[in-house]
């Protein structure tokens, strides 16, 4: 592709939806031979990367059984514990295209979840919400919000600089 026949403007360019394209095409391409070698986390030919997903009966969970998943897991869990449904596409698209711009986590999702009128509703309790859940909030609250993030990040950054040198063999 030659940059004379290359015209689009930034506003055209949208980088959530292209990298979600590439990821699905990457994810449908066949893998050479030599790589398709048995792996013992393969179940039935498919490789497991999360743990799976128990409901619980009596509709109660910690917000640690949620927050162990990813990306369409964590959000197809999420609604299944706390909506009792699997999720619709718009609210499947909304909540990742959330999580994918770094404004919303996964706090965030889970509070929009559990405090809608339909997580309401569902009589399902959630554990160890409630107080992130207010940080979130208050985190957003214009100049105190800013102490409040600016605190967290203080607090956070032993255990962050851990997880560096963990992740610097890979």
Do not use: C, W
Request: aromatic share 6%; net charge positive; glycine share 6%.
């Amino acid at each position: 592709m030659t940059t004379d026949r290359l015209h689009i403007s930034s506003s055209d360019l949208d980088v959530e939806r292209l990298m979600h394209e590439i990821r699905q095409n990457v994810a449908r391409q066949p893998l050479p031979q030599e790589a398709v070698a048995p792996r013992p986390a393969e179940v039935n030919g498919s490789l497991k990367l999360q743990p799976a997903f128990q409901i619980n009966r009596d509709n109660r969970y910690h917000v640690n059984d949620l927050l162990k998943f990813h990306g369409e897991d964590f959000v197809r869990n999420s609604y299944r514990a706390l909506l009792l449904r699997e999720p619709d596409r718009a609210g499947m698209a909304e909540h990742l295209q959330r999580l994918a711009t770094g404004r919303f986590n996964k706090i965030d999702v889970l509070s929009s979840l559990h405090y809608s009128p339909e997580g309401l509703r569902s009589g399902v309790t959630i554990e160890g919400l409630s107080t992130p859940a207010t940080i979130r909030r208050l985190g957003r609250v214009p100049v105190l919000g800013y102490l409040i993030r600016l605190i967290i990040a203080v607090l956070r950054l032993p255990s962050s600089v851990q997880y560096q040198n963990q992740f610097e063999q890979y």
